[in-house]
């Protein structure tokens, strides 16, 4: 059975003061690890996919890395408009179903 | 490009009854995957349709069924609702299946 645990359960920042968020993941045959922002009352947005070890991928402030056992989402001079749940799934190579971490709240204050 | 639509996007139903839920994919997209999201157990996936046919399952009882049209559109039909049916419901569609976007949600309310 896939596991994915993120860490921590939430996080509060000053506007400005870059944090990371973890998530490390137990599957049998990954095609991919995909990063999802959700906001309030919303559907995941997606962010980001990594396919192997070593991969980074950037977005404005976000930028995410992908060991073998890990992913970490590095977030870089937050800002109050960053603030969201940060969730994390993989996906198996040999069907497309997401698991998904618990996810991480991020509030950023102005 | 229109995203995902999910209609309606908010439900309240009681005990016993049986509800449908339609998703419409992004123009282009022939994979639909429904996920069941609670604070206590997170987002779980449903099921998952590719070109009308159903390609994987989730653990949920038989209560919850699905179909998909020739056009990719999605229905997810709850019979027999029970008070821990109360959810959010998300439909994402991918081209083929790996990268996948969210529609905004239906939320269930069963009393």
């Known amino acids: 059975e896939d596991q994915v645990t993120q860490s921590p359960e939430a996080l509060r920042l000053q506007e400005g003061e870059s944090s990371s968020l973890n998530c490390s993941y137990t599957v049998s045959g990954l095609r991919g690890l995909f990063w999802y922002r959700q906001d309030p009352g919303k559907g995941p947005e997606f962010l980001f996919t990594?396919?192997?070890a070593g991969e980074e991928k950037e977005k404005e402030r976000l930028k995410a890395t992908l060991t073998k056992k890990e992913s970490f989402l590095h977030i870089t001079a937050p800002k109050p408009e960053d603030s969201a749940t940060y969730l994390c799934a993989v996906q198996r190579s040999n069907d497309y179903k997401l698991s998904f971490g618990a996810g991480t709240t991020v509030t950023v204050r102005a | 490009k229109a995203g995902v639509t999910q209609t309606p996007r908010y439900l309240i139903k009681t005990r016993g009854q049986q509800v449908t839920l339609s998703c419409s994919p992004i123009?282009?997209?022939?994979?639909v995957s429904w996920y069941q999201q609670t604070p206590g157990q997170g987002l779980q996936f449903l099921f998952e349709?590719?070109?009308?046919?159903?390609?994987n399952k989730g653990n949920f009882p038989g209560r919850f069924s699905g179909r998909q049209f020739s056009n990719s559109r999605s229905e997810m039909n709850v019979s027999t609702l029970e008070l821990g049916d109360s959810a959010l419901y998300l439909c994402?569609?991918?081209?083929?299946?790996?990268?996948?976007?969210f529609g905004a949600g239906t939320r269930l309310s069963v009393l």
């Open positions: 990594l396919y192997s």
């Open positions: 349709y590719f070109s009308e046919t159903q390609r």
């Open positions: 994402a569609s991918s081209v083929l299946g790996n990268i996948q976007y």
């Open positions: 123009s282009g997209h022939r994979s």
